[in-house]
């Protein structure tokens, strides 16, 4: 059973940081890809980052630069490190994996960025 547990959101003023961890169980995590979507209300959820199993990453043009996402295989664990937060960046996020062709998503975690 594939399952995604996120945590590491929180309110953070503009100009701050948040670490964001996903835990993966399930799977044989170092074989996957392994994304970051975000979700903000009203709107539809969005790419933010993803890490191939060789490391290559990718980024929505509107986090570069500001967001790097990393993977620890050995623990089953992927990251978000988000610095120069904007208010623009608040959202729900999910960990994402797609296994035997189906998406598999957490819960999410809030994240706020608000003076």
């Known amino acids: 059973q594939v399952q995604l547990v996120e945590s590491g959101g929180g309110l953070v003023q503009p100009g701050g940081s948040l670490r964001l961890s996903c835990a993966a169980s399930g799977i044989i995590f170092r074989l996957y890809t392994m994304g970051w979507f975000y979700q903000a209300p009203g709107k539809q959820r969005e790419l933010v980052a993803a890490?191939?199993?060789?490391?290559?990453?990718n980024y929505a043009d509107s986090v570069k630069g500001r967001f790097t996402i990393s993977r620890d295989d050995a623990k089953n664990m992927v990251y978000l490190q988000m610095n120069s937060l904007k208010p623009e960046d608040t959202a729900v996020y999910y960990c994402?994996?797609?296994?035997?062709?189906?998406?598999?998503w957490g819960r999410g975690t809030q994240v706020t960025v608000s003076s």
């Open positions: 994402n994996v797609v296994y035997v062709s189906q998406n598999f």
């Open positions: 890490i191939t199993r060789d490391g290559a990453t």
